[in-house]
């Protein structure tokens, strides 16, 4: 058998959250191309059906349901929704989360919901899916929980509270349940650097990667087979780390902001 | 997704091959694709043996390769091993650092020289081979690679009697991240592998030192060596293009906790 064969996922349930677009598309569609069958949640319908088509149009099997993962009772009946239909679940993919209301503003100005509502969408909601979906992966005999965290899950910014205090709680979710789960489960993180998503607006406010050590910002595409890799039987003894995928951002210490960084680059071009 | 993570019309150095997670590494390469040379390092006599053996498991797999025993830490054997690559397999695209030379000593004990063997064979060996190949992958016309340096947990955590070691194996992270800055756009990627305790590793120490690290280790476990060559695969291939400067802890937890 070659190394190669162990990225097959076929048999598999993957729950992915935030999967109507961006990134968690990417991801789930990677999935499905691994043989994975999906279970698709999002807030937003239309989207949502949208990566149902395409994982159906690839040859993939795919669930979607509406979920908030902000509210647990929600997330406890897409997790149940899930198990109707397919019986198991062994991969979670704890995608969703983003930009709220709030984020960017000075600490004075955050108002007590703002801050909550970060929280809740980028670290509560995490918490929310793990808890309902652990007993059936349990269950299952093992899995996979892969968690999304970002640059600046380990790195902060300037008036960039909500974001980096969630993302980096995060991060010891995610070592937590590495470290009460193992070895049946395996949790792991992405943190992506820069990607636009498509979003022109930002591709212009990162400089479109001018002070990315590789000069470039990040396609989501190029996370689909990170996601896979963290699924799959070639990272068995992974657990309760970070694969940063960033252009070499972190390395230097001077990215994700988007801006010039202290120490200039060998190579400003 | 298969295809995509092949490294099919790769061409690999793997030094280190004669230690488990070296042989595990280059095994994968190969099977996923690659075309794989292994050298192994002093000071171990049977070292060309392990050597050989890794050779044939390569060429069993119908991928092209040779095997070669250096000096780590000389400049000479370094760079001719790299231009034997170069010649033999027609380029080079991969290296990987996986040669390890264990030592654990009272710092009050430990020799001047045996300070400097340990930080010269376990970091100055990894940046003569990154020089190297470096050299050649930077160069016009070459397509760029992937270089991937293994390292312990002992590059992030201190250990009694470690203080050679553990201070070679944090040279090695950040001689990762430095190379990655300096070469990013120069279609070189660096990133390191922080491999966990491993079956077949020196460190692993004797039966009781290991009952006592088993019942530490989340997995109640060592690491397989092919545990760690998966990871080996993904930061070799294209998939992870957008990847450089990175560790990539393969310790089963151990890292996680308080």
């Known amino acids: 058998m070659s190394v190669l064969d162990k990225l097959k996922l076929n048999g598999k ?8 677009r961006g990134l968690g598309r990417a991801m789930a569609l990677a999935l499905a191309g691994a043989g994975a069958d999906l279970v698709l949640t999002a807030r937003t319908e239309a989207q949502l059906m949208e990566t149902a088509d395409l994982v159906r149009d690839g040859g993939g099997a795919a669930l979607w349901i509406s979920c908030d993962v902000t509210d647990s009772s929600s997330v406890n009946t897409m997790i149940e929704s899930a198990i109707s239909e397919y019986g198991h679940i062994d991969i979670l993919v704890n995608n969703a989360g983003g930009a709220t209301a709030g984020m960017g503003k000075t600490l004075t100005d955050i108002a007590d919901d703002e801050w909550r509502v970060g929280l809740d969408t980028n670290l509560t909601g995490a918490m929310h899916c793990s808890r309902a979906a652990i007993p059936h992966i349990l269950e299952a005999g093992g899995g996979k929980i892969i968690n999304v965290t970002s640059g600046f899950g380990f790195r902060a910014a300037r008036d960039n509270f909500i974001y980096t205090s969630a993302k980096a709680g995060l991060v010891n979710f995610t070592r937590a349940l590495a470290m009460t789960y193992a070895p049946d489960i395996q949790a ?61 951002g972190l390395a230097g210490g001077h990215a994700p902001t988007g801006f010039a960084p202290l120490v200039p680059l060998p190579e400003d071009s | 997704m298969r295809d995509k993570f092949s490294l099919d019309g790769k061409r690999a150095l793997v030094i280190g091959a004669s230690n488990a997670i070296g042989r595990a ?8 694709g690659a075309d794989v040379a292994v050298a192994t390092t002093t000071p171990l006599k049977d070292e060309e043996t392990a050597a050989n053996s890794c050779a ?29 690559t170069v010649a033999e397999l027609g380029g080079i695209e991969l290296l990987v650092n996986a040669h390890d030379l264990p030592f654990a000593k009272p710092a009050p004990e430990t ?32 397509p760029g690679g992937s270089i991937i340096n293994v390292a312990s947990v002992l590059g992030e955590r201190g250990l009694a009697n470690g203080a050679a070691y553990c201070s070679a194996q944090a040279g090695v992270l950040n001689l990762t991240r430095a190379l990655a800055l300096e070469w990013a756009r120069g ?27 088993e019942r530490y280790l989340p997995y109640k476990r ?37």
């Open chain 1, 13 to 20: 349930v993957a729950v992915v959250t935030g999967a109507g």
């Open chain 1, 188 to 248: 792991n993180l992405i943190a992506p650097g820069l990607f636009p998503h498509g979003n022109a607006a930002m591709s212009e406010f990162w400089r479109n990667g001018k002070y990315t050590p590789m000069g470039r910002l990040g396609e989501d595409e190029e996370l689909g087979p990170l996601v896979v890799l963290l699924a799959s039987g070639l990272t068995s003894y992974m657990n309760g780390q970070a694969i940063v995928l960033d252009g070499g």
């Open chain 2, 25 to 32: 590494i280059a095994v994968a390469l190969a099977e996923a």
């Open chain 2, 56 to 84: 044939n498991e390569i060429w069993a797999l119908d991928r092209k390769g040779f095997a070669q025993a250096i000096e780590a830490a000389d400049e000479a054997d370094v760079n001719a091993l790299i231009e034997r």
């Open chain 2, 111 to 142: 020799d001047f020289a045996e300070w400097r063997r340990v930080i010269d064979v376990n970091l100055g060996g990894p940046f003569l081979a990154c020089r190297a190949a470096g050299q050649r992958m930077l160069s016009d016309g070459h």
């Open chain 2, 187 to 213: 279609g070189v990627r660096v990133n390191a592998i922080g491999a966990g305790w491993t079956e077949g590793m020196a460190m692993a120490g004797d039966d009781e030192s290991r009952a006592k690290l």
């Open chain 2, 222 to 258: 060592l690491a397989r060596p092919d545990e760690i060559a998966g990871i080996a695969v993904y930061l070799a291939s294209d998939v992870s293009a957008y990847l450089t400067g990175q560790v990539v802890w393969v310790e089963g937890g151990a890292l996680s906790h308080v």
